[in-house]
């Protein structure tokens, strides 16, 4: 139960940073919002992992998927670019992951 509410946790960050993105600097109040609460759920999600996860562990999973969720996402969505050295270093990151899974 714990890596699904992880799984939750890595979700809603990740939607309350996109959120962020298209408020505009909080001029945007709807998607304001949704980032702010996005948020929340993300924090109440992650507290509930951590009765089940190593705190290290769950907190470098959650960074890392986040980071990389929202930089692909921001491709497709915000049409961002990414260059050669930033989509090694987001693999990178995927290692990492794999790696923290790894006994």
């Known amino acids: 139960m714990g890596y699904l509410y992880l ?48 705190v290290g562990t769950a907190n470098a999973i959650w960074a890392g998927a986040s980071t990389l969720l929202v930089a692909i996402l921001g491709v497709f969505i915000f049409k961002e670019s990414l260059n050669a050295r930033q989509m090694i270093f987001l693999g990178l990151i995927v290692i990492g992951l794999i790696g923290l899974q790894w006994d």
């Open 7 to 54: 799984l939750l946790t890595i979700l809603t960050e990740t939607a309350a940073v996109l959120f962020m993105k298209s408020s505009n600097g909080f001029q945007q109040k709807a998607s304001s919002l949704i980032a702010v609460v996005a948020y929340m759920l993300s924090f109440v999600f992650l507290t509930l992992a951590l009765k089940k996860l190593p």
